[in-house]
């Protein structure tokens, strides 16, 4: 009921009222017409407080609410003309200009803020248009937000370059995580230049080139990253122009040498021999002029080849192993191969990436006509302040006669007259060969350790290992090895796996957001045959274990959930037996989804924990951590499922050789020394 409702029905039963009073008086007659006029005086009154008071009253809070609604922009309010509302109607009038002024002001800054902005657009895509570098922006899940044409022609895939599509489609991962990772430590290490941006090389995800990138980091103004920006120059044109300038200074040094020294012998031998004979002046006269004829055609080619072309030095710069020897066993498939294979942990090195590639490529060749090998391991290791580049082959060791007769052979496709010697020098190494084991050699090259290492060395920020888990049971279900007890470790095939969960309690809730493995055969790390999924949880990720694992509601959102994701790990996982650290924790994830997903799993299962306190039963810490850093295994992708998986890996190779030291060689002496030493670990909890 509104307000002027209620005013005419209060004036009304006045009316009445007063009438009633009259009526019960003496002198009835005389009082009724009393009534009467009072009755007309209460309905006068009533018209004029509704006419100057209530109406106006309702219009000014009409005109209220449409100017809370439209901020005056959309038509001038109306307001009572006539009224008993003293200085309420002018105040209200007053704040209604003002609110029109105010918002007619707001909107044309909106309009000529709007123009700026488009103009800006406008000024940064014909920037963009016209730069010959790649360029991407991306938020911190690796989408892309921007990029230009040039990174559309750069990648070859146009269907792959787009708003929202994955980075690591186009790229590899490796260098953006690693030089992330630096421009991140940097800010929040305050140090100095923590605004520059990097430098790094990397592979396109096809590894069919090398590319040279930029990297700087996108802050909201409490400083804090929301995304990055990414340039890029394909390295295969440089390496053109720098395998043309090669051959100029070839000839130079070179090709040219000859035809010089023949006509300065000719010269000479006609100065020296003024009184010599018709016939002999003429063949020395013939020497100068088929000399000087090859010396000009030879300068015209090499004119030619030269204009517009720079004399340019050798990119020097980071790259990671696995870039380097996918792209090393595509430069060599081409000619026949041979195949090289990747295996251990990646690591970065510094060099001078295309000189080094030459150099391997030509190593690797020279091993394959020497031992008759189709199949070459390469390795990465830290050393002694150095990085060991290991070529492994199953033959014989190289002789020193042998090494020494290759470093002074022309590099193959390299500047002017270098050699293998050349290029050593140039990364201040030197090669050697030693056997490496079960019939197996390996050629040794000790490369540069990137000069960022330090820096992540230092860092100090890492999260906690999460706790061991105790449920032992689930390792005596998977204890059955059949007739794989008798196989010696180093002859089996692992599958190497771990996964990332929304916390650490299996059986309250939990669930598995992420699975990675990677493949160990014959004792060998095969990096490039790897499962990596992320899982939609069907719950939130909770905050406190987001800050470990970096993975958040929104990079799961589209991705399918564990009953799709297990039957895939359990086809990469074949009949190979699973290995993880602490694997109970991870096993319980899997038991509980057996009735949902229908997937059981029933290989043998080796937990490198267990096996780690069966190597080194004197040490306290067998966190993945802990044993990481007494083997001196770097964690580049840390709380990752799959850059756990590969650091755990290369933790199973290193404890399966000091196991055999020890004597223990089969999976079924490991399966029953470990399940004794869970059983007495369990014994131990239960107290």
């Not at 080849?305 to 980071?318: D, K, Q, S, V």
């Not at 031992?371 to 190289?398: C, M, P, Q, S």
Request: aromatic share 6%; net charge negative; proline share 5%.
């Amino acid at each position: 009921m509104t307000h002027r409702n209620r005013a005419a029905i209060s004036f009304a039963l006045l009316a009445v009222i007063g009438m009633g009073i009259l009526a019960v008086l003496p002198a009835g007659k005389l009082l009724l017409a009393a009534s009467g006029v009072l009755a007309v005086a209460l309905l006068l009154a009533w018209l004029l407080v509704d006419r100057l008071i209530l109406t106006p009253a309702a219009l000014m809070a009409r005109e209220a609410a449409y100017l809370a609604q439209t901020r005056g922009n959309a038509r001038a309010p109306i307001f009572p003309d006539r009224h008993w509302l003293g200085e309420l109607v002018p105040s209200q009038i007053k704040l209604a200009e003002s609110i029109t002024t105010s918002q007619n002001a707001f909107n044309a800054e909106l309009e000529k803020a709007t123009r700026q902005s488009e103009e800006q657009k406008r000024w940064l895509e014909v920037i963009l248009v016209d730069l010959a570098e790649g360029v991407l922006v991306c938020n911190l899940n690796h989408q892309l937000l921007l990029y230009n044409q040039t990174a559309t022609r750069l990648f070859g895939t146009p269907e792959a370059v787009g708003l929202g599509r994955p980075l690591f489609a186009l790229v590899s991962r490796a260098a953006i995580l690693h030089t992330l990772e630096l421009l991140e430590h940097k800010r929040r290490s305050g140090l100095p230049g923590a605004e520059d941006t990097l430098p790094f090389l990397c592979a396109t995800a096809d590894a069919k080139r090398l590319l040279e990138g930029r990297m700087g980091l996108i802050l909201d103004p409490a400083g804090k990253t929301t995304a990055y920006v990414l340039t890029f120059t394909d390295m295969s044109g440089r390496i053109d122009d720098l395998e043309r300038a090669s051959m100029v200074r070839k000839a130079l040094t070179r090709d040219l040498r000859q035809p010089v020294a023949n006509l300065r012998a000719a010269s000479e031998t006609l100065n020296g021999y003024p009184d010599m004979g018709p016939d002999v002046r003429q063949s020395f006269d013939r020497v100068i002029l088929d000399e000087s004829r090859r010396l000009s055609d030879r300068l015209d080619e090499l004119a030619k080849a030269y204009r517009g072309h720079a004399l340019g030095r050798w990119p020097m710069g980071e790259l990671h192993g696995s870039d380097l020897i996918s792209c090393l066993d595509r430069r060599l498939s081409p000619s026949g191969g041979p195949r090289v294979t990747l295996i251990g942990m990646p690591l970065w090195l510094q060099a001078d990436h295309h000189l080094l590639l030459l150099l391997l490529s030509q190593l690797a060749r020279r091993l394959a006509r020497q031992f008759g090998v189709n199949e070459i391991d390469a390795e990465t290791k830290l050393g002694d302040r150095r990085v060991y580049l290991d070529l492994i082959w199953k033959g014989d060791t190289l002789s020193d006669q042998d090494i020494k007769q290759w470093l002074f052979e022309p590099l193959e496709g390299a500047e002017g007259s270098e050699t293998v010697y050349d290029a050593l020098e140039r990364h201040g190494a030197e090669i050697w060969s030693q056997p490496a084991g079960s019939g197996h050699a390996l050629l040794r090259l000790p490369l540069l350790t990137p000069l960022s290492a330090p820096v992540l060395k230092q860092e100090a920020d890492r999260p906690p290992p999460r706790p061991e888990f105790y449920d032992f049971s689930l390792l005596a279900q998977h204890a059955d090895v059949g007739d794989l007890a008798g196989r010696s470790l180093k002859s089996l095939t692992f599958v190497v796996f771990d996964t990332e969960t929304t916390g650490l309690k299996p059986s309250q809730g939990d669930e598995i957001i992420s699975m990675g493995a990677v493949r160990v055969v014959n004792g060998r790390l095969l990096t490039g045959e790897t499962f990596e999924r992320l899982v939609h949880p069907g719950r939130r990720i909770p905050p406190e274990s987001i800050k470990f694992h970096h993975i958040t509601d929104e990079m799961v959102k589209d991705k399918p959930p564990i009953a799709i994701v297990l039957p895939q790990f359990k086809d990469f996982a074949g009949d190979a037996v699973l290995a993880a650290h602490n694997a109970a924790f991870d096993l319980k994830f899997l038991h509980l989804k057996e009735k949902t997903t229908g997937v059981r799993f029933t290989n043998p299962v080796v937990d490198t924990l267990l096996l780690s306190r069966l190597a080194d039963q004197h040490l306290e810490d067998h966190s993945l951590d802990g044993v990481a850093l007494r083997f001196n295994i770097d964690i580049p992708d840390r709380h990752t499922a799959l850059g756990d998986a590969l650091a755990t890996a290369v933790v199973l190779v290193r404890l399966i050789e000091i196991l055999e030291t020890q004597g223990i060689t089969t999976l079924g002496q490991v399966m029953r020394l470990t399940n004794m030493a869970a059983q007495m670990r369990a014994n131990q909890e239960s107290f």
